[in-house]
């Protein structure tokens, strides 16, 4: 592809993270322009729309077959993924998938096997803590070597809600996915066996889904990988994670935010959601597609090898949370 | 008994902890001077002997009968505790012990009921951790209840080094022992379920010994507990907790150092071992113990009945070493 | 000035905030392009442009003048400032000029008044850290007014190095000169008296340069301001700031980084230079400034007003330099 | 000296800092009892003495030459030290002074002279920082070298309130005493200029104390230190210095203490005032002039010489507070 600008559509533009990436594309991605967008809620899409200049379209399905539309941004509900995904494929427009590329293993599947089938690589996934310069720090930590090899894992992801009807399964699909590809990430290697412990809930969990869980991970070379997935932490949005390694630990920084010391107490902020805590990620991982896309970096994003890789751990995870055992991925 | 300073013996004298109880009787604690001390190793025993001007006795029996001692410290070697604790309570004598009570859950048996049987509170159990400012503070926060309820844990033991013929279940019985016995103290019940999992172990492991590990137990009320416990963690000796509750999180805080900006680095340093880190939960614990003795306090500190517990817990975790799943505590 | 993308021109592309500049228009920048450069240094002018596809000029004045460039950005030396800005402003072209505005009071007041000939605002200063979150949270949580009316301010600069020839005045105007504008800013008010104390010099002070040295300022209202500013600080970049209020005090959080235990050590990078602490401030001003030339928002950016206010209380601290006594602003 | 328990009465131990020793030496010292006490308030003497089981004195006179006591501990007010002081020197009793030694440069030399006319080193100044265990190891990083000579310390020193009658000079005898000894034991060299600025008063500052101050002090070799003394600081009690060397920084950490995660917000506790921060100086300070007097440490804590010396700097800045200028120490 060569050096003009690209043309993007997002489909979903009316949710949190939809008017994020179209709000992202539209101000800070160099390369791209907001052409096109589409929500259920024609309201929001109106809106967003309006904001930034871009069109109004009728259906996923026209703005995908666009003419005006170079590439897609799928930012709709978790459960539409994979069919639009293929869809854009089908298409032979680029698209970037948010997170996760399908809810199930088996449709994970048929997305890579469309892009298989188009021979050439097309999809990007939203797991943009590869793109946070926290993580990235972190690896280039833990591949210099000099602490040794890394041994155990300890990650924390506290959100502070989650939509009435969040289950106990999404707590995997939805929240624990990202320590899923992060690990995969920071380790280079896959997780084979994983398990979930259920501690007494909080009095915040909404209906049946159980929070928070403990959702432990093993890779193929042993390390061990415990999760606090807590859906409903009240007091803020939080990502930890400390990499026990042979010689030492590295530990994600909490953000940087003004030390106010007021009456017997010294403090700082914590962000409310991600979008506070995300910022450069969310920006770094679309201008990275588009870099990509454009011609500007030979190294792809993620992929739908990562995306199929994170569900069927996912997958197995589920089963554990079912029989309470430890599981084998892809077992 | 009445306000006479009071005399102690010291039995395993030369050893670490024998020799950190001594130093803190002689030089801290009010109301107790070291009297006697006895160690299988005689040099060590007279070296701490001429130190702080004690007299050094020729067995443990000889010091625990002697009309020169009111009270003993036990600071030998695990395995000798129980029957040492036991002499002590036939020989009418007030017994500070080092944890563990014993090293099965039928030897700590034994100890519980030779105390039943001398009818009085004859025993103090060294888990010195319930006198840190910093765990008192944590029990104080959390028993505010402006947090709600605790739903997990996450803690981590990391010592540099440990003797060479250490055992898996040693990670147990001498390490993760702190941690059992912290957590039914901080939460206020019993722990009923465990588990342990084993990562890779690290290149600093020695013989069969499997390090780290991760050990997770859950309590009446379902709070879920994870611990890693380090036995080779190369680069210092901490210890951390957090407390997950439903509106809030309480944390250990690092141990206060100077913090040094140095060549493109800010840092401070971190303990080599649990000396430096528990100084004051050292003295205050046989201050306690001492105070108790004379009638300052009618609180006593924790005994028998914490040390069986913390035994029995320790069982179920080695079982669980071996089956690889859930066992029940007492089961 | 309606909605097209601004083609911008650079002078002085070729050194560190030169290309930093060039870089973030080209890359970051929504709404303009890197359109011409120009440097003394040719082969760093050619280098530049080449990168991001962008034309070399060659002269400051055929940068300036020529019809495809619409915005200037000074990034040439100090020295240069007043005289491209002047040149700028007579050419009708709006300009992003590096602080400082000029380096001395004179030159500083002869572009104020070019401008005000010229009948309208064509001048945004570089005091880019009025755009850094980490200031901006600081000046809300003071605007707040929960802490009460602020009473002093603690700041330090420290760079790691700086040219050989610079001198006991520049930094001043070099390095504090910062400072003056940030607590102008995050006051709200002048600085009216001002004082120099030079503590003894570091080994890595070169020639006549005196370094470190304490900078005093004084407010109108009052408030008292020390800076610590070290040329040579040897270990790393670093800027600091705490206000202290009535009520309590707010501090500028150090630069958040994976936190890294290795052998009896926890710590974290320190940055080596400014590139590194204010990425996201270096990209802000443009944006802001960009932004602000296409009519999206209304407020403009800090101007000839502000650098000329700096200049005049750098005027009066090199006075003080010399007089080594309390010096009036203006005076 | 022997070995024996020493017979300690102290006087003014109705006050805060009276208590906080008198509680000390009756619990924590070893080789030492609390025998007497004496508070021109009856009430609150016999409070003491009844709680710690020690006699009841008359007059300072009387526990003065009481045969009962050993050596005195003053913690009356600032205006009664020299004389105190005096006076058991005369009597040949060793004496643990408060700091200051006395309000003015004139008095402490009387106290100085009557050391020296008794031909033995007598007392012990109540300079408890010096035994501060992070002052303690900033001064070993700063004397190892390995960061190079210092070149500036910025110092705060904040206080909740203080009493109605305090005057702008007593945040210098008082309070910023404490900082003035400090440095010259860091530094390990006399303090020869100083300089007092005043920001505005804050809205808690009592009458026409001035509050806060910054007090600066150049050091023979030339390190410049500045102070932030705060008397009315209300959020807290705070002591915080940081080295500035050659090639890096030393700063005091904060206290260690649990930190809490609650709604939007991270922090910490911070102290109400200086009982919970120094603890373990005041305990260490007592324990070493104790130990000193048994002949168990030869090294003496600091004495007259120190609290002479600090009169003679506190004397220059009172002069400071009036002229606004430089003052020489001791000119």
Not at 29 to 41: E, S, T
Not at 47 to 71: F, N, T
Not at 159 to 177: E, F, G, M, V, W
Not at 295 to 316: F, L, R
């Amino acid at each position: 592809m060569d050096n003009k600008e690209l043309a993007i559509g997002v489909l979903g533009a009316g949710g949190n993270i939809g008017q994020t990436h179209s709000h992202n594309i539209a101000t800070y991605v160099d390369g791209a322009r907001l052409a096109a967008v589409y929500d259920l809620n024609t309201d929001r899409a109106n809106e967003v729309a309006q904001r930034y200049g871009a069109q109004v379209m009728d259906s996923a399905e026209a703005l995908i077959g666009s003419p005006d539309v170079d590439a897609v941004v799928i930012a709709s509900w978790d459960g539409t993924h994979a069919a639009l995904a293929t869809a854009c494929i089908e298409a032979g427009k680029p698209v970037f998938c948010e997170k996760p590329l399908a809810t199930t293993q088996a449709d994970a599947k048929a997305v890579v096997e469309a892009e298989q089938a188009a021979g050439k690589r097309l999809v990007q996934l939203g797991f943009m803590r590869r793109f946070d310069p926290d993580y990235i720090k972190m690896k280039q930590i833990l591949d210099s070597g000099e602490l040794g090899a890394p041994l155990m894992a300890h990650c924390i992801s506290r959100t502070r809600s989650h939509p009435k009807d969040h289950t106990t399964a999404q707590h995997i699909t939805n929240i624990a996915i990202h320590e899923i590809d992060i690990c995969r990430w920071l380790l280079g290697e896959e997780l084979t066996e994983v398990a979930v412990r259920f501690p007494r809930s909080t009095c915040f969990a909404e209906g049946t889904c159980k929070d928070p869980q403990l959702v432990l991970m093993q890779s193929e070379s042993g390390v061990l990988i415990d999760v606090e997935v807590s859906g409903n932490s009240y007091y803020g949005y939080e990502i930890l994670c400390e990499l026990v390694c042979e010689k030492g630990t590295i530990r994600l920084p909490v953000a940087a935010e003004p030390i106010v010391r007021s009456y017997l107490r010294c403090g700082q902020a914590i962000p409310a959601d991600w979008t506070a805590r995300f910022v450069t990620a969310y920006q770094q991982e679309l201008q990275h597609w588009v870099d990509y896309l454009r011609g500007k970096t030979a190294a792809p994003g993620p992929g739908t090898a990562d995306g199929y890789a994170a569900c069927v751990v996912s997958d197995a995870l589920i089963r554990a949370q079912g029989s309470g055992a430890w599981e084998k991925v892809g077992g």
